[in-house]
Protein backbone atom coordinates (compact mmCIF):
# COMPACT_ATOMS: atom_id res chain seq x y z
CA UNK A 1 0.00 0.00 0.00
CA UNK A 2 0.74 3.51 -0.03
CA UNK A 3 3.08 5.43 2.46
CA UNK A 4 1.70 9.08 1.94
CA UNK A 5 -1.83 7.42 2.82
CA UNK A 6 -0.47 5.47 6.11
CA UNK A 7 1.51 8.47 7.11
CA UNK A 8 -1.45 10.67 6.99
CA UNK A 9 -3.60 8.75 9.27
CA UNK A 10 -0.96 8.17 11.39
CA UNK A 11 -0.05 11.76 12.49
CA UNK A 12 -3.55 12.12 12.52
CA UNK A 13 -3.91 9.42 15.07
CA UNK A 14 -1.09 11.12 16.74
CA UNK A 15 -1.97 14.31 16.80
CA UNK A 16 -5.52 13.06 18.21
CA UNK A 17 -4.14 11.79 20.65
CA UNK A 18 -2.33 14.59 21.82
CA UNK A 19 -5.48 16.70 21.67
CA UNK A 20 -7.32 14.10 23.87
CA UNK A 21 -4.15 14.01 26.41
CA UNK A 22 -4.20 17.93 26.60
CA UNK A 23 -8.16 18.08 26.88
CA UNK A 24 -7.98 15.52 29.90
CA UNK A 25 -5.01 17.61 31.47
CA UNK A 26 -7.41 20.87 31.48
CA UNK A 27 -10.69 19.04 32.69
CA UNK A 28 -8.68 18.01 35.33
CA UNK A 29 -7.07 20.75 36.31
CA UNK A 30 -10.98 22.55 36.01
CA UNK A 31 -12.72 20.40 37.97
CA UNK A 32 -10.00 20.44 40.84
CA UNK A 33 -10.51 24.22 40.37
CA UNK A 34 -14.40 23.72 40.56
CA UNK A 35 -14.10 21.17 43.77
CA UNK A 36 -12.07 24.29 45.50
CA UNK A 37 -14.48 26.77 44.87
CA UNK A 38 -17.46 24.81 45.40
CA UNK A 39 -16.10 24.23 48.87
CA UNK A 40 -15.91 27.99 49.09
CA UNK A 41 -12.07 28.48 49.03
CA UNK A 42 -10.46 31.93 48.27
CA UNK A 43 -8.53 30.99 44.91
CA UNK A 44 -8.07 34.73 43.74
CA UNK A 45 -4.31 34.52 44.96
CA UNK A 46 -3.66 31.77 42.88
CA UNK A 47 -6.00 32.34 39.78
CA UNK A 48 -5.86 36.61 39.32
CA UNK A 49 -9.04 36.10 37.17
CA UNK A 50 -10.99 34.61 40.05
CA UNK A 51 -10.40 38.30 41.66
CA UNK A 52 -12.44 39.68 38.54
CA UNK A 53 -15.42 37.82 38.25
CA UNK A 54 -15.86 36.80 41.55
CA UNK A 55 -16.70 33.16 42.89
CA UNK A 56 -20.09 32.91 41.22
CA UNK A 57 -18.93 34.00 38.10
CA UNK A 58 -15.76 31.73 38.07
CA UNK A 59 -17.92 28.88 38.97
CA UNK A 60 -19.63 29.47 35.50
CA UNK A 61 -16.85 30.16 33.59
CA UNK A 62 -14.84 26.97 34.96
CA UNK A 63 -18.08 24.51 33.78
CA UNK A 64 -17.73 26.10 30.94
CA UNK A 65 -14.18 25.46 30.42
CA UNK A 66 -14.80 21.71 31.47
CA UNK A 67 -17.86 21.32 28.55
CA UNK A 68 -16.03 22.68 26.01
CA UNK A 69 -12.82 20.09 26.90
CA UNK A 70 -15.02 17.46 27.01
CA UNK A 71 -16.34 18.38 23.29
CA UNK A 72 -12.55 18.98 22.31
CA UNK A 73 -11.44 15.05 23.88
CA UNK A 74 -14.39 14.08 21.01
CA UNK A 75 -13.98 16.57 18.12
CA UNK A 76 -10.02 15.82 18.15
CA UNK A 77 -10.72 12.71 15.59
CA UNK A 78 -12.73 14.34 13.06
CA UNK A 79 -10.88 14.90 10.12
CA UNK A 80 -10.67 18.10 8.34
CA UNK A 81 -13.80 18.78 6.01
CA UNK A 82 -12.10 18.54 2.55
CA UNK A 83 -11.20 15.08 3.28
CA UNK A 84 -14.71 13.99 5.26
CA UNK A 85 -16.18 15.20 1.74
CA UNK A 86 -14.25 12.14 0.25
CA UNK A 87 -15.85 9.55 1.95
CA UNK A 88 -17.47 8.33 4.98
CA UNK A 89 -15.76 8.20 8.63
CA UNK A 90 -16.74 6.82 11.97
CA UNK A 91 -15.06 6.57 15.27
CA UNK A 92 -15.67 4.72 18.11
CA UNK A 93 -14.00 4.40 21.60
CA UNK A 94 -13.96 2.00 24.27
CA UNK A 95 -12.22 2.89 27.58
CA UNK A 96 -10.55 -0.02 29.78
CA UNK A 97 -10.97 0.50 33.34
CA UNK A 98 -7.30 0.73 33.78
CA UNK A 99 -5.96 2.95 30.54
CA UNK A 100 -5.83 6.56 30.87
CA UNK A 101 -6.99 6.88 27.09
CA UNK A 102 -9.68 5.37 25.60
CA UNK A 103 -9.13 2.77 22.85
CA UNK A 104 -9.59 4.03 19.48
CA UNK A 105 -10.92 2.94 16.09
CA UNK A 106 -11.33 5.32 13.43
CA UNK A 107 -12.31 4.21 10.15
CA UNK A 108 -12.51 5.94 7.11
CA UNK A 109 -14.24 4.63 3.85
CA UNK A 110 -13.40 5.46 0.43
CA UNK A 111 -15.31 5.02 -2.56
CA UNK A 112 -13.85 5.64 -5.99
CA UNK A 113 -14.50 4.16 -9.55
CA UNK A 114 -11.84 1.39 -8.92
CA UNK A 115 -13.63 0.08 -5.48
CA UNK A 116 -14.04 0.89 -1.96
CA UNK A 117 -10.65 1.63 0.60
CA UNK A 118 -11.03 1.69 3.93
CA UNK A 119 -8.67 2.88 6.34
CA UNK A 120 -9.18 1.61 9.71
CA UNK A 121 -6.76 3.15 12.71
CA UNK A 122 -6.33 1.52 15.87
CA UNK A 123 -5.06 2.94 19.16
CA UNK A 124 -4.26 1.80 22.30
CA UNK A 125 -2.63 4.15 24.36
CA UNK A 126 -0.41 6.40 22.50
CA UNK A 127 0.10 3.06 19.68
CA UNK A 128 -1.05 3.53 16.49
CA UNK A 129 -1.72 0.87 13.81
CA UNK A 130 -3.35 1.71 10.55
CA UNK A 131 -4.60 -1.05 7.98
CA UNK A 132 -6.30 -1.45 4.67
CA UNK A 133 -8.89 -3.13 3.28
CA UNK A 134 -8.96 -2.93 -0.30
CA UNK A 135 -10.90 -5.06 -2.99
CA UNK A 136 -9.57 -8.89 -3.54
CA UNK A 137 -8.46 -7.80 -7.17
CA UNK A 138 -4.66 -6.91 -7.09
CA UNK A 139 -5.09 -4.41 -9.77
CA UNK A 140 -8.43 -2.77 -8.49
CA UNK A 141 -6.88 -2.30 -4.95
CA UNK A 142 -3.46 -1.06 -6.52
CA UNK A 143 -6.23 1.42 -9.15
CA UNK A 144 -8.63 2.19 -5.83
CA UNK A 145 -5.57 3.34 -3.54
CA UNK A 146 -4.17 5.67 -6.05
CA UNK A 147 -7.48 7.59 -6.43
CA UNK A 148 -7.61 7.51 -2.78
CA UNK A 149 -4.13 8.87 -2.68
CA UNK A 150 -4.43 11.53 -5.52
CA UNK A 151 -7.76 12.57 -4.02
CA UNK A 152 -6.65 12.92 -0.34
CA UNK A 153 -3.68 15.33 -2.04
CA UNK A 154 -5.97 17.60 -4.12
CA UNK A 155 -8.33 18.00 -0.83
CA UNK A 156 -5.33 18.78 1.50
CA UNK A 157 -4.31 21.27 -0.85
CA UNK A 158 -7.07 23.04 -1.77
CA UNK A 159 -7.99 23.17 2.13
CA UNK A 160 -4.74 25.38 2.39
Known amino acids: MTQYIHDYFTAHAQRAISGMKESQQAQSFYRRLLTRLERGEDLSAEVPEIARVGSAGAVEVVKQAIKENEAKFDAVWNLPKSVQNLGRQHVSMA ?17 GAAG ?32 LEKALSFALLASK
Open 116 to 147: KVTVHTNTAGENVAVEFATPKNKMAAAAAVSE
Open 95 to 111: REPYEILPRVTHTFTFT
